[in-house]
């Protein structure tokens, strides 16, 4: 059974910085490229970065530049290491791991509240 498990969220103060990780268990990680999403209340889930399984990296354009995602396929983990943060990132996020157009997994989602 595939479990997606975030952890990490937090309330914090704008400009500050916070870490998310996700564990997966139950899949060949390696295999899979690693994304977070978002969603702020009374929106829809939105993408927010990916890491494939080769390392290359992309964001959306209101996270470039604050937000690093990185990947362990030793520790079968991913992260999102957020800095500069605004209130307006604040959302549930979701990790998800997809393989082609067969295998997609969530995780429950962790809280980030950027407030002052």
């Known amino acids: 059974q595939v479990q997606l498990v975030e952890s990490g969220g937090d309330l914090v103060q704008p400009g500050g910085s916070l870490r998310l990780s996700c564990a997966a268990s139950g899949l060949t990680f390696s295999t899979y490229t690693m994304n977070w999403y978002r969603q702020a209340p009374g929106k829809e889930r939105g993408w927010v970065a990916t890491i494939t399984t080769t390392g290359g990296t992309s964001y959306a354009d209101s996270v470039k530049g604050r937000f690093t995602i990185s990947r362990d396929d030793a520790k079968n983990t991913v992260s999102l290491q957020m800095s500069s943060l605004k209130p307006e990132d604040t959302a549930l996020y979701y990790c998800?791991?997809?393989?082609?157009?067969?295998?997609?997994?969530w995780g429950q989602g962790t809280q980030v509240t950027v407030s002052s």
């Open positions: 998800n791991a997809r393989r082609l157009l067969i295998n997609n997994y």
